[in-house]
């Protein structure tokens, strides 16, 4: 079982910059690729960012692309989620999730964090 814990959330101003933690624990879990998601009210569920565990190879979705950069602490187990030049269609509730096989398509995920809530004002 691998259990993913966001933080980081909160209200920016747009053109700003907020970045979000995941820590990832469990029997396993150094195993698993850690990749992002977000969900706008009304809206489906969007891949954001892929970091591959073994590789370090990243994917990121067509619209947030240039803006946003996932990285790994080097314990491997907290990844990180920078997002820069805010704007209010960013506004989501952000999760986390485990995948063996690194992609940004959530059928695909094992498991999976609360999320955290990031509002982007304009």
């Known amino acids: 079982q691998v259990q993913l814990v966001e933080s980081g959330g909160g209200l920016v101003q747009a053109g700003g910059s907020l970045g979000l933690s995941c820590v990832v624990s469990?029997?396993?879990?150094?195993?698993?690729?850690i990749a992002w998601f977000r969900q706008a009210p009304g809206k489906e569920r969007e891949g954001v960012a892929c970091i591959d565990s073994s590789s370090g190879r990243t994917i990121y979705g067509a619209s947030v692309r240039g803006r946003i950069t996932i990285c790994r602490h080097n314990t491997k187990n907290k990844e990180f989620l920078q997002m820069d030049k805010l704007t209010p269609e960013d506004t989501a509730d952000y999760s986390c999730a485990a995948t063996i096989n690194p992609t940004i398509l959530d059928p695909a995920m094992d498991y999976w964090g609360k999320g955290t809530q990031v509002t982007v004002s304009s």
């Open positions: 469990g029997s396993g879990s150094e195993n698993y690729s």
